[in-house]
Nanobody, 126 residues
Framework: QVQLVESGGGLVQAGGSLRLSCAAS????????MGWFRQAPGKEREFVARINWSGSVTYYADSVKGRFTISRDNGKNTVFLQMNSLKPDDTAVYYC???????????????????WGKGTLVTVSS
C-alpha cells in the first residue's frame, strides 16, 4: 500500500501562485510514476500533470502548460505542483496519484492509477 497526503491548497487571487505537495509513504517511492489530477464541481476528474520515476520526463495538460510545473524529490518521497498565473478555471480539488511503473499500463489517466490521495482544495478568485 502507498499512502498519499496532499497539502498546500487554499484561496488565491487570479494571477497568483500556489505550491502543492504530496507526501508518499508505504513503499519505494521511486517505483511509481506520479501525477496530479483535479476535479471541479460538477465535472469529471481530469489529468493535470505527470512525472516519471526519476523526474526527467514530465507531461502536462494543455490547459496548464507553461503555468504549472511538476517535480519530485525521491529522497523526501514527495511530489510537487507549482502553479503560477492561476485562473478561476483552475478552481478544483487537486489529487495526487501514483502508478506502479513495474507493471505495464496502456495509459496514465484516472482509470489506471494505483493509489490516490484525498485531495486538497484550490480556489482561485477573480
Amino acid at each position: 500500500q502507498v499512502q498519499l497526503v496532499e497539502s498546500g491548497g487554499g484561496l488565491v487571487q487570479a494571477g497568483g501562485s500556489l505550491r502543492l505537495s504530496c507526501a508518499a509513504s508505504g513503499r519505494t517511492f521511486s517505483n511509481y510514476k506520479m501525477g496530479w489530477f483535479r476535479q471541479a464541481p460538477g465535472k469529471e476528474r481530469e489529468f493535470v500533470a505527470r512525472i516519471n520515476w526519476s523526474g526527467s520526463v514530465t507531461y502536462y495538460a494543455d490547459s496548464v502548460k507553461g503555468r504549472f510545473t511538476i517535480s519530485r524529490d525521491n529522497g523526501k518521497n514527495t511530489v510537487f505542483l507549482q502553479m503560477n498565473s492561476l485562473k478561476p478555471d483552475d478552481t478544483a480539488v487537486y489529487y495526487c496519484a501514483a502508478q506502479d511503473r513495474t507493471y505495464y499500463r496502456s495509459s496514465f489517466d484516472r482509470r489506471t492509477m494505483d493509489y490516490w490521495g484525498k485531495g486538497t482544495l484550490v480556489t482561485v478568485s477573480s
